[in-house]
């Protein structure tokens, strides 16, 4: 319990800080912060509809998250989540409108392997770069994003534009391909439930497995964990695979289930949004998938906000900013890379 | 105690910087008690002792780094105790330390630029920062390397001359060196050993901290000898040999625990055989090293800290790949240096750094005890850990070697004594054939120490052979039945008990036979 308090205590002081700050800004701007929070909260939890909404928000920054998670706990510090997603979902939207000689359900199945692999290869160019290069993971994962964002620009004004040649987006995927809903007439998709099994699997990874304790204490202290016999490299490498598998997943379903065919500014960011989500969660899955609702039900409600209350759903990420400042400021800069620290040697 | 005065000179200037009296103590170590001491104009004054014996911590208080606890500190007279080093740089007293303060990627002019006395305005003038730097230099008649290159392109050497040109940029009349040759090539040694002489003409003092005798004997004009944070005497080095000086640097050390049970000596388990190695700049840190032990035998290897004993350990423990040289456990020579591959071959180690390469801070006490591939092989099953096996195997470590911790706390909120205990108690349980503990009971309490002790012993017992690689003499001579010295690299052949510790001295001290 104790312990429990001790990680999870920071993320509850940012978010109340968070708050409190929006609510400040609310009432500046002249309007009332218990109306904005009031339809936050209704368009958020207030009906099926909006319930429906959270899931389909929270699947990507559920996946994104989780994979911010696995790669920050092994030292790695992916920020090229975006770009990872954005091509697991090219993978998906270039296969999809291809049908396989198999049962719908497994051609599915089969093209969602392929954009987490997608996402897994579009990370593992930055962990190569590392490992044989000494390439700073920052730096190169965030470059990868542009160049993700690029392709995919040049991609669907070129060669995958759509038959009609009007938008330059991709045709739609078969419908056959398209994630089955949870309940008819709402949004929500099968994604939700998928990447809720997916967060388990990870805590049984992290926490029971020997992997995910090799890429702990990997994270945690190379040194040590390369006296110990480790293969940090190995380690290091892995979790950046699995990292951009889940980004890549994201990325996929989202075609899939929700948007059906890719274009420029797909995602509004997910990649991003998910290192709040990692940091709040604490790195830890469970952590996640609480933070990961919250910041669905903020996207879910910020447009009833805007509508009721007048006030911007900007106001989002101005939570969602403060948020990350708050932890890393509680945390004294223990989740920057290059922390360093200053020690004085007798003698 | 009284230090022994043995002044070759009489007396003729006074003073310039003297020390009165000065203790400090950090937590419960004593690192300087009752120093007094004096330092002339002109002169090259070595300070020699072994690791802890408390020189950089007098340096420190004379940079300003530290504050005394008491006694005085006089400058030309005048009480002299800084509130940092900035201070004691604008009184005219600069230090260079063993790790440089240079920016790698600025050039040779904005680096001296950041310690000179400040430009006027807001601009950075390249031109006459360059001027600055030059005229700097010809001051202090040092050659300077060209002043638009930058730092990361020069060799050590010229870095070094630039952390001198900094330190004297205040026209410091006393200059502090750190261990100015622990960083440097032979030929360096020889060009830096030019560069004090002719700042020692210029009437400066220069105060040299080393633990190698031959260069005491070569450029200091007088020795200062600490011991245990108290000053042995100060010298005339050229009145004083290489084994007198190793001996009051060591003391009269008389084995604390006369070996009771002598135990029956096993076959060979490991054998080393003409093994070297190189350090992070590819020079030659350990050279043609040969040596057995046997099973039940702890074998001691002594020596100054900075002659090899760090290589050593980590060829033996998969860190670094040796350059030459076998190394062989019960017969089956090692092919696959990785730590990994040690491990399975049965040897085990304990670490210099616990904190370090020993232990995972913020990871519980459970999971310290795990850290090791043939403890995490044996305590999952088909990749998964197992939760029952860890906890039993953990539960029983910590018994057996008294670990008072919850096994659920962060390892980083156990005491250092404790640490070790779970460094130490990792390493036995895994019934390795041979094991490696270098410095093992480094900055532990009495209680501490003795566990440590009794668990390499108690291993021994139990037919392991044991490698204790220490700069402690007192910890290897108490503990070892053999011990050789690593002295530049190189060890001696074995001594056995009793020993004559003149000739360890004089083997620590890198004399030859």
Redesign the interface.
């Known amino acids: 319990m104790q312990?429990l308090a001790a990680r999870f205590g920071p993320s509850v002081l940012a978010l109340a800080g968070a708050l409190a700050v929006s609510a400040l800004i609310v009432a500046l701007a002249g309007r009332d912060p218990a109306v904005a929070f009031g339809a936050l909260w209704y368009g958020a939890f207030g009906s099926a509809d909006s319930l429906s909404e959270v899931a389909v928000k929270t699947c990507p920054l559920l996946l994104c998250g989780l994979a911010i998670a696995i790669s920050f706990q092994a030292g790695v510090w992916n920020i090229g989540v975006e770009g990872q997603l954005l091509m697991g979902a090219l993978a998906m939207a270039a296969l999809g409108t291809h049908a396989l000689p198999l049962p719908a359900g497994l051609t599915l199945g089969a093209y969602l392997i392929a954009a987490a692999a997608a996402g897994a290869v579009w990370a593992g160019i930055a962990g190569v770069l590392k490992l044989r290069r000494n390439v700073n993971e920052v730096i190169s994962t965030i470059m990868l994003n542009f160049v993700a964002l690029g392709l995919i620009g040049y991609l669907v004004q070129g060669p995958l534009m759509e038959a009609g040649g009007r938008y330059p987006q991709t045709d739609a995927i078969l419908p056959a391909l398209w994630m089955p809903r949870l309940v008819l007439g709402h949004r929500a998709h099968a994604g939700l439930p998928l990447a809720l099994l997916i967060a388990g699997a990870m805590h049984?990874l992290l926490y029971?497995?020997?992997?995910g304790?090799?890429m702990?204490?990997a994270g945690?202290?190379p040194?040590?964990?390369?006296?110990?016999?480790?293969?940090v490299d190995g380690r290091l490498l892995l979790s950046l695979l699995v990292s951009g598998a889940l980004a890549g997943l994201a990325g996929g379903i989202e075609v899939s289930a929700v948007t059906h065919r890719l274009y420029e500014h797909f995602s509004p960011g997910w990649g991003f949004t998910a290192i709040a989500v990692g940091l709040l969660g604490r790195l830890s899955p469970a952590g996640v998938v609480v933070a990961a609702v919250f910041f669905g039900a903020l996207d879910a409600g910020s447009n009833a906000m805007q509508r009721a209350a007048g006030v911007s759903s900007v106001l989002v990420s101005i939570i969602q900013a403060v948020v990350i400042l708050s932890l890393v400021a509680l945390e004294r800069g223990r989740w920057l890379p290059g922390r360093t620290a200053t020690v004085?040697r007798?003698? | 105690m009284g230090p022994v005065q043995n002044f070759a000179e009489p007396e003729t200037t006074a003073p310039l910087l003297m020390v009165r009296g000065v203790s400090k103590r950090f937590g419960n170590t004593q690192a300087l008690a009752d120093v007094t001491l004096e330092f002339r104009a002109g002169e090259i004054h070595a300070v020699l002792g072994e690791n802890g014996a408390g020189k950089s911590t007098l340096m420190h208080i004379l940079a300003g780094i530290y504050r005394p606890d008491a006694g005085a500190v006089l400058l030309d007279g005048w009480p002299a105790v800084f509130n940092s080093p900035r201070a004691a740089r604008r009184a005219g007293i600069g230090m260079v330390h063993q790790h440089f303060t240079l920016v790698e990627t600025l050039t040779v002019a904005e680096n001296l630029a950041l310690s000179l006395p400040q430009q006027s305005g807001w601009r950075y003038d390249a031109a006459a920062a360059a001027a600055e730097a030059r005229a700097l230099a010809e001051r202090v008649g040092l050659d300077l390397s060209p002043t638009e290159l930058t730092v990361a392109e020069l060799p050590v050497g010229a870095r070094q001359r630039i952390e001198i040109l900094k330190a004297l940029a205040h026209a410091a009349r006393v200059l502090i060196l750190d261990e100015p040759t622990a960083v440097l090539t032979p030929q360096e040694v020889r060009k830096l050993f030019v560069m004090l002489r002719e700042l020692r003409a210029q009437r400066r003092l220069i105060i040299f901290i080393t633990h190698k005798l031959r260069e005491v004997r070569e450029i200091a004009d007088r020795v200062t000898i600490m011991r245990r944070g108290c000053v042995v005497g100060t010298f005339d080095p050229a009145l004083l040999s290489e084994s007198e000086m190793a001996e009051h640097m060591i003391g009269d050390v008389v084995p604390a625990r006369p070996r009771v049970t002598e135990r029956a000596r096993g076959d060979i388990v490991l054998n080393v055989t003409r093994l070297s190695a190189r350090d992070e700049r590819g020079l030659p840190a350990l050279l043609d090293v040969s040596f057995v032990v046997r099973g039940s035998e702890v074998f001691g290897i002594a020596g100054v800290d900075g002659n090899g004993q760090r290589e050593l350990f980590e060829v033996l423990a998969g860190l670094r790949p040796p350059s030459g040289g076998a190394v062989s456990v019960r017969g089956s020579p090692v092919t696959d240096f990785t730590p990994r591959a040690l491990l399975a071959a049965g040897i085990g180690h304990i670490p210099p750094d616990r904190q370090r390469d020993g232990l995972v801070l913020p990871m519980t006490v459970q999971e310290n005890f795990l850290l090791s591939r043939t403890l995490l092989d044996r305590c999952s099953r088909r990749g998964l850990l197992s939760v029952k096996a860890a906890r039993r195997f953990s539960a029983a470590a910590a018994r057996a070697y008294d670990v008072r911790a919850d096994l659920d706390a962060p390892a980083r909120s156990l005491s250092g004594g404790n640490q070790q205990r779970v460094v130490v108690a990792r390493a036995l349980a895994q019934r390795p054939a041979v094991l490696v503990a270098a410095n093992p009971s480094r900055g532990l309490d009495v209680a501490a120490t003795r566990a440590v002790a009794d668990a390499l012993l108690d291993s021994a017992g139990r037919g392991c052979a044991v490698v204790l690689i220490s700069t402690d003499l007192d910890e290897v001579l108490d503990l070892s039945d053999r011990v050789a010295v690593l002295s530049r690299g190189r060890l001696s052949t074995g001594l056995d008990p009793p020993i004559d510790i003149e000739q360890l001295g004089l083997l620590m001290a890198g004399v030859p036979r």
């Open positions: 312990a049984v029971r497995g020997v992997a304790y090799e702990r204490a945690l202290n040194a040590a964990a390369r006296l110990a016999g480790i293969g004085v007798e003698d």
